[in-house]
């Protein structure tokens, strides 16, 4: 049975709490898998050895825990998965300073992508329960062509956001105007606007979900051969 582990770094919860949330497809993963690690679900003092490692949230710099955490991750995992945007891209941590109020110390965050090497990634702040869940069941199956988006997200998740929709698809005239960058976004951050997306930078948290989700991006081979 396949051993997969959920490491919690410096995040909200947000993204245990969507896989929380698949409800009964939760109880088909959990009896496909062996859940060794998990500081909500599971009973386990130190990170075992492991398939699959599911690490939600970025690295503290400052801390080396947060960062010796990390590094403890990528030697015991054959499989690496940074969860949500925290890990994944940044997210809204880049902007964060970290610590209280009554000690006015900053502190500097960093996707996991940047500090390890990470093999999948799956954008959205949280992701999906769905995202999360099919990504997990491609791994067991081991789908490679349903997994490439992730991986290469993984592979350049600091660049993923609501720009990269702007500048690969939409300046050089690719736009399809299917909305489907849109209909990802979780904080309604884009509005299509006479068939094309315009980004309300306001509102980007740079979680990467619009940028994994447009087909110019996500299958560029596919589009080609049906044009």
């Given at each position: 049975?396949?051993?997969?582990?959920?490491?919690?770094?410096?995040?909200?919860?947000?993204?245990?709490?969507?896989?929380?949330?698949?409800?009964?497809?939760?109880?088909?993963?959990?009896?496909?898998?062996?859940?060794?690690?998990?500081?909500?679900?599971?009973?386990?003092?130190e990170i075992p050895e492991c398939d699959i490692a599911l690490v939600e949230g970025s690295v503290c710099l400052d801390d080396h825990h947060s960062l010796e955490v990390a590094q403890e991750v990528r030697k015991k995992a054959k499989i690496v998965v940074a969860l949500g945007a925290c890990a994944a891209t940044?997210?809204?941590?880049?902007?964060?300073?970290?610590?209280?109020?009554?000690?006015?110390?900053?502190?500097?965050?960093?996707?996991?992508?940047?500090?390890?090497?990470?093999?999948?990634?799956?954008?959205?702040?949280?992701?999906?329960?769905?995202?999360?869940?099919?990504?997990?069941?491609?791994?067991?199956?081991?789908?490679?062509?349903?997994?490439?988006?992730?991986?290469?997200?993984?592979?350049?998740?600091?660049?993923?956001?609501?720009?990269?929709?702007?500048?690969?698809?939409?300046?050089?005239?690719?736009?399809?105007?299917?909305?489907?960058?849109?209909?990802?976004?979780?904080?309604?951050?884009?509005?299509?606007?006479?068939?094309?997306?315009?980004?309300?930078?306001?509102?980007?948290?740079?979680?990467?979900?619009?940028?994994?989700?447009?087909?110019?991006?996500?299958?560029?081979?596919?589009?080609?051969?049906?044009?």
């Amino acid at each position: 049975m396949v051993k997969v582990a959920h490491v919690q770094l410096c995040s909200c919860c947000g993204c245990l709490v969507s896989l929380a949330d698949t409800y009964e497809k939760l109880l088909d993963v959990l009896n496909s898998i062996e859940l060794v690690y998990c500081q909500t679900l599971a009973d386990a003092r130190e990170i075992p050895e492991c398939d699959i490692a599911l690490v939600e949230g970025s690295v503290c710099l400052d801390d080396h825990h947060s960062l010796e955490v990390a590094q403890e991750v990528r030697k015991k995992a054959k499989i690496v998965v940074a969860l949500g945007a925290c890990a994944a891209t940044g997210g809204v941590t880049r902007y964060s300073k970290g610590n209280q109020l009554s000690k006015p110390v900053h502190s500097s965050f960093s996707p996991l992508t940047e500090v390890i090497k990470v093999d999948l990634a799956i954008p959205g702040c949280p992701p999906s329960p769905e995202a999360i869940v099919d990504v997990i069941t491609a791994a067991l199956n081991g789908d490679m062509e349903y997994l490439h988006p992730f991986a290469e997200l993984a592979e350049n998740g600091s660049e993923a956001c609501g720009c990269d929709v702007i500048y690969k698809v939409v300046n050089k005239s690719l736009c399809m105007g299917c909305g489907t960058c849109a209909a990802a976004c979780p904080t309604r951050a884009i509005e299509m606007e006479d068939g094309r997306p315009n980004i309300i930078k306001e509102l980007c948290i740079k979680c990467g979900a619009c940028s994994v989700q447009c087909p110019r991006i996500r299958f560029p081979e596919l589009i080609e051969k049906i044009e």
